[in-house]
Each structure stands twice: as C-alpha cells, then as structure tokens.
C-alpha cells in the first residue's frame, strides 16, 4: 500500500528521535565515569581540630559555656576540660593526659593560669596545631607567674586581695587562694551584672598558692603558631604584661576592652579568635 503523507512525516521523527536518544545516552556513559573519577582524585576535606579550653584560677569550666556553644554550632567537638589547680607542675601534667587521648589536630585555648597550663602542656604534642591565650599566662622557660604579671611595666594587685585558707594534704607552706569576695567584681569581671558576680565570688575555686611561684617549663609558642587576646581593662593581669607576652611569643594579637572574663563578656569576639586560629 502507497504510504501517506502523514506516516511518511512520522517515520523520519521516529529515527531523529532515536538518534538524539542514542548520543545522550553516549554522553552519559561518558561523563559518569569521568566524574567519578575526579570525585576519586579529589582531596578529602581537612578534620576540624578538637577545641580544647581550659580556665584558670577561681573558676571553672562553666566560664566557657558561651564560647562552647557557639563553637558547637560551628560543628566543632569542643572539651571543656577540668583544670586541677593544684600547682604548675601538677595542672600541666593532668593536662597533658587528656591531650593524649584526643586523635586528630587540637586547638588548645587557655584563660588566665590557664594559659600558663597550656603553654606546658602541649610541649612535644605533634596534634597541637594552633594556641590561644586569652587574658592569659604566655610563660617563658624558668619564668614564674608573679615575674610574669611586671612584664611591661604592669603591676597586679591580686596578690592584697586574698583569703588564704589550708587545704589537707598541702605541701609545707602551700595553701588555697581565693578572692576576697568583697574585691571580685572589681578584680576579676567588673563588666559583668553584680548579680552574676556575686554567684562567681561565692562558687569559685581556689587555686594552691605554689603556682605562683613554680618556674614554667619549655614553652610551646616557641614551636607552636599562637593567638593572644588582651583585655584592655583586665585589673587580675596587667595589660601591660599581656601585651609584653604576646610579643615575645609572636601572637597574632587581638585587643578587647573588657575585664579578665573577656570570654564571658565578650564571647563572640573570643570565639572569632578561635576560629582564625582553627583554620
């Protein structure tokens, strides 16, 4: 039978149609493979190092609660760890322990006597990457904390300001520190509510008078890239000597009017600093 015009039109659309079908099925067969294989050769994106914070004399882990959770929401695994107080030597060691235990890069962050903790910690630790020192102790080898607070020209008055109270078990002369109450505020976080204040007075935890004077070990800024944060109006460390310390351990150095608690009154730009050190 004579074909009609109307399947005569239909037949030549059926062939361009399977050719069309036929080259995309060809450039899908050979644009999966050549995906995959740059998936394959594809660097895996770098770990998050583990944020380990660490507070200092008369308090806890609790002054970084606002930093951990912004750090959490950033998907990092922060550790807010412990610090004994018990003493220098003491505190580096206990820390040292649980650096031990953390696999994968760490960014090590240390408050006050913490900083002093951290810089004898992390001494020979390959995963510690990065340091940050906030309003904190960046020690140098044979160096004590009460030398340490005259860098610079500073002078602290923390030391007129104590309750001194024994403790079982302490060494011959060594007891507790602990603000006087009366001159916590002022001291310690005259930028927080008086409220607030009065609760970290009456809750805070002593620290064993011989830190003072215990000589730090070799630093670990010599060999690790550090973060210092200074708090311009700090009345427990002189400005001053965080200024000189973060020089001498060539700190990339942020400055921020706030008392010594800067993490708890400035907790965003304190976190921005460990995230920089982070990277």
Not at 131 to 160: F, M, Q, W
Not at 204 to 233: C, M, N
């Amino acid at each position: 039978m004579p074909t009609t015009p109307a399947s005569g039109r239909r037949r030549p659309l059926r062939i361009a149609l399977a050719l069309v079908g036929a080259a995309a099925l060809t450039a899908v067969s050979v644009a999966l493979p050549a995906a995959a294989i740059e998936s394959a050769h594809r660097p895996a994106p770098a770990p998050k190092p583990t944020v380990v914070l660490v507070h200092g004399a008369f308090a806890d882990s609790s002054g970084w609660n606002q930093v951990t959770e912004r750090l959490q929401k950033r998907g990092f695994t922060v550790l807010a760890a412990s610090n004994p107080l018990r003493g220098l030597t003491t505190d580096a060691e206990y820390m040292k322990s649980i650096l031990a235990t953390i696999e994968g890069p760490i960014v090590l962050v240390g408050h006050s006597y913490g900083g002093a903790v951290i810089t004898n910690a992390a001494t020979g630790n390959p995963n510690v990457v990065s340091l940050v020192y906030v309003a904190a102790y960046a020690l140098d080898a044979g160096e004590r904390l009460i030398d340490a607070n005259e860098l610079g020209g500073g002078h602290s008055v923390l030391g007129d300001h104590l309750v001194i109270r024994p403790y079982p078990g302490a060494a011959e002369g060594d007891a507790d520190g602990y603000i006087d109450p009366a001159f916590f505020r002022e001291l310690f976080a005259a930028d927080l509510p008086k409220k607030d204040t009065a609760v970290m007075a009456a809750s805070q935890r002593p620290a064993a008078l011989q830190a003072l004077f215990t000589p730090s070990g070799e630093p670990a800024w010599k060999t690790i890239p550090s973060w210092y944060i200074v708090a311009s109006k700090d009345n427990t460390i002189p400005p001053q000597a965080e200024r000189a310390m973060a020089a001498r351990a060539g700190s990339k150095t942020t400055e921020i009017r706030s008392s010594h608690v800067v993490m708890m009154s400035h907790p965003g730009e304190v976190t921005d600093v460990i995230l920089d050190a982070a990277k």
